[in-house]
T-cell receptor, first 110, second 120 residues
Framework: QSVLTQPPSVSAAPGQKVTISCSGSSSDIGNNYVSWYQHLPGAAPKLLIYENNKRPSGIPDRFSASKSGTSATLDITGLQTGDEADYYC???????????FGTGTKVTVL | QVQLVHSGADMKKPGASVKVSCKASGYMFSSFDINWVRQATGQGLEWMGWVTPNSGNTGYAQKFQGRVTMTADISIKTAYMELSSLTSEDTAVYYCARSFTGVEKGVDYWSQGTLVTVSS
């Protein structure tokens, strides 16, 4: 069902950086803002980024994101063990007239 | 603070319907959309649709059209999602989540989720 493609997993040592990509098309990412979500096991998903690169109050600046054309990227710097979670991109698809999420990326801290 | 709280977990038999509630607090319920998102075990997030409490307007993912109904009762700040003709593939954690009406700013508050199990 997902129309946004993410790598299944990424990993890095504590303190290092990971980058998660999100690939879409002209009907979704190419035509709307991208959001990013962190989903810890057993918890409610949390909004990390909205409008491509803005952080809600309380989200540390270790989380940053960008968008270019039909792709988006989430960077996590200064990786911490507490960052181990699944991460999803999301946007609105004007063709489907639906909200769409990415396939999800599991971040592992080595 | 913003909170979205479900009724308890539910178990249904195949072919039955389930109605999940989502009670909101801490914000003006009528001013935001409520989205419904589900996650089956080992799977990703799957958007099901939205309801605008103020107008009752809805939008459903194509996959669920004809099988899902989303409503909201402003007087008790509660949104509902009813899914019919259940199969085992509907076994999932169901979330309700808030988003801005008419503006794409993501989904900013989510419930803890409620488990719906479909089993004979």
């Amino acid at each position: 069902q997902s129309v946004l493609t993410q790598p299944p997993s990424v990993s890095a040592a504590p303190g290092q950086k990971v980058t998660i990509s999100c690939s879409g098309s002209s009907s979704d990412i190419g035509n709307n803002y991208v959001s990013w979500y962190q989903h810890l096991p057993g918890a409610a998903p949390k909004l990390l980024i909205y409008e491509n690169n803005k952080r809600p109050s309380g989200i540390p600046d270790r989380f940053s994101a960008s968008k270019s054309g039909t792709s988006a990227t989430l960077d996590i710097t200064g990786l911490q063990t507490g960052d181990e979670a699944d991460y999803y991109c999301g946007t609105w698809d004007i063709g489907l007239v639906a909200r769409v999420f990415g396939t999800g990326t599991k971040v592992t801290v080595l | 603070q913003v909170q979205l709280v479900h009724s308890g977990a539910d178990m249904k038999k195949p072919g039955a319907s389930v109605k999940v509630s989502c009670k909101a607090s801490g914000y003006m319920f009528s001013s935001f959309d409520i989205n419904w998102v589900r996650q089956a075990t080992g799977q990703g997030l799957e958007w099901m649709g939205w309801v605008t409490p103020n107008s009752g307007n809805t939008g459903y993912a194509q996959k669920f059209q004809g099988r899902v109904t989303m409503t909201a009762d402003i007087s008790i700040k509660t949104a509902y999602m009813e899914l019919s003709s259940l199969t085992s593939e509907d076994t999932a954690v169901y979330y309700c989540a808030r988003s801005f009406t008419g503006v794409e700013k993501g989904v900013d508050y989510w419930s803890q989720g409620t488990l719906v199990t479909v089993s004979s």
